[in-house]
């Protein structure tokens, strides 16, 4: 009987404090409504944008160039062409083109084949068997160039020593990260202000951000091809392209969301 009242005062005791567990519990979701029956992700916000720029002359120039050699010797036309590439290496470090700025983009070999064609009795073109007319060889190398002011002079170089192409040259930003920060920071604070406005307007206080984007807009630098930048070198020297930069804007588009009270 005693075993009995004990088992029984342990179960009310158990009882009462799962009781007041669930009791705490429903105050502290009650707490997190705005209004009761609504859900948290309901609560009054504001929506605001912001625009920050950075307007910079870009410090970089990229550009590529290429080698191609031909020749019914595979080995012949690799010669050729790792002696000219090696020559405008040469170049490229005399300029003060430093190894980390230059890398090979492509080595590409293979076969090129004409097909001898002819006129039929009847007028129609007629083709005959392909032939091997030699095989191609061709390097491409991608180049930075810190110093813009000696871009010219570099490309123009390139193309005369031997290149058979040099094209897509594009500028960017050394220190794009930072620039990248610095219209971040003011998109940020322009939102911001929009809030403080806005929640001003409304009669109203912000509380927190409860949700934020970004919208970055990275320049497209104009892609400025070099004309004639073939040809080999006939001896005469070259008048080096000029290479105008201009000045670029890095853009940031920030959304931010505050909760209101």
Do not use: C, W
Not at 5 to 21: E, N, Y
Not at 85 to 109: M, P, Q, V, W
Not at 137 to 148: E, M, N, P
């Amino acid at each position: 009987m005693f075993e009995d009242h004990k088992v029984k005062k342990s179960v009310v005791i158990t009882l009462a404090l799962l009781s007041l567990f669930l009791a705490a519990k429903f105050v502290g979701e009650v707490k997190s409504y705005k209004y009761v029956g609504i859900s948290p992700q309901y609560q009054s916000t504001i929506m605001v944008t912001g625009k920050g720029e950075i307007a910079e002359t870009p410090d970089i120039a990229t550009f590529t160039f290429s080698v191609t050699e031909e020749s019914l010797s595979i080995k012949t036309a690799q010669d050729k062409a790792t002696e000219t590439t090696k020559a405008i290496l040469a170049f490229l470090r005399k300029e003060g083109i430093e190894d980390k700025d230059i890398h090979t983009s492509g080595y590409n070999i293979y076969p090129r084949y004409e097909y001898p064609k002819s006129l039929t009795v009847s007028g129609l073109t007629q083709y005959g068997k392909q032939t091997l007319v030699a095989y191609v060889v061709s390097q491409s190398v991608t180049v930075k160039v810190r110093d813009l002011g000696n871009a010219g002079k570099v490309i123009g170089g390139v193309g005369e020593i031997g290149a058979t192409d040099v094209s897509g040259l594009s500028f960017d930003f050394d220190k794009r990260d930072s620039l990248e920060k610095q219209a971040r920071d003011k998109a940020i604070k322009e939102a911001r202000a929009e809030a403080d406005n806005l929640a001003k307007s409304l009669g109203v206080s912000l509380v927190r951000i409860v949700s934020y984007s970004e919208n970055n807009f990275y320049p497209s630098f104009a892609k400025v091809m070099t004309g004639e930048s073939s040809g080999r070198g006939d001896g005469t020297g070259s008048v080096s392209p000029e290479i105008p930069v201009g000045e670029s804007t890095i853009t940031s588009n920030v959304t931010i969301t505050y909760e209101v009270k």
